[in-house]
């Protein structure tokens, strides 16, 4: 059964450093998402793609988070500078153009 | 925009019992339902869903209904197994988007004692 990869599955780093995180989304999948995940709480949307295209990034912080998906496929979040409150479980996911979404098993970051 | 309110926060109960969780919604423009299953330091699993042409849909042991009139769905969950103790989260599709905008309840901490 196909997946969503996301790697690292885990990162530790200092405040003020920048971090990324990747994603692979399942194949044939056009909308890809990221979602942040506070530690007791549901995921929340950051930025959403439909093919290499960003269609929803009202809730990303742009000053520090940026994401891109240049081919149209795999795709990569950044945070620049981390900060303490960015400690949290990043979730990519993927789908068809509907509603079902697919997620991927996290990275967890942890800002010192 | 959407907002979905998921209830209770805890749930805890004896092997074989069922579980219930409600959830209800703001938008009455939504029309995708689904529900995810969370084990600890994993990504959601989705395991069920239902749009809003559909009253009630069941999957083995798991069975999801929606009002669609007082806006709100609940998922069940019959003969409850140990494996089934996790985190579950229910969402809402928000309405106006042709894309799959999900907005997620606070998640029922479900607990299945053996």
């Known amino acids: 059964e196909a997946e969503v990869a996301q790697s690292p599955r885990y990162k530790i780093t200092e405040k003020s450093q920048a971090v990324a995180f990747w994603c692979d989304p399942i194949?044939?999948?056009?909308?890809l998402y990221w979602y942040r995940q506070i530690l007791g709480q549901g995921p929340e949307l950051l930025v959403q793609?439909?093919?290499?295209?960003?269609?929803?990034d009202s809730q990303l912080p742009k000053d520090r988070f940026s994401a891109e998906r240049l081919k149209g496929v795999d795709s990569t979040l950044k945070i620049q500078p981390a900060e303490l409150g960015d400690s949290a479980m990043y979730l990519c996911?993927?789908?068809?153009?509907?509603?079902?979404?697919?997620f991927g098993p996290g990275t967890r970051l942890t800002v010192l | 925009g959407e907002n979905v309110e998921q209830h209770p926060s805890t749930l805890s109960v004896q092997e074989g019992d069922s579980a219930v969780i409600k959830c209800t919604y703001s938008?009455?423009?939504?029309?995708?339902f689904p529900w995810y299953k969370q084990e600890l330091g994993k990504g959601p699993q989705l395991i069920i869903d239902i749009r809003s042409n559909v009253g009630e849909k069941k999957d083995q042991r798991i069975a999801v209904t929606l009002n669609k009139t007082a806006k709100h769905f609940s998922l069940h969950i019959t003969e409850t197994q140990p494996e089934d103790s996790a985190v579950y989260f229910c969402a809402g599709h928000a309405g106006g988007t042709s894309y799959g905008k999900l907005t997620f309840g606070q998640g029922t901490i479900l607990t299945v004692h053996p």
């Open positions: 793609f439909q093919d290499e295209s960003v269609v929803d």
């Open positions: 938008d009455s423009a939504s029309n995708y």
């Open positions: 996911a993927s789908g068809y153009n509907d509603d079902t979404q697919y």
């Open positions: 194949s044939g999948h056009a909308t």
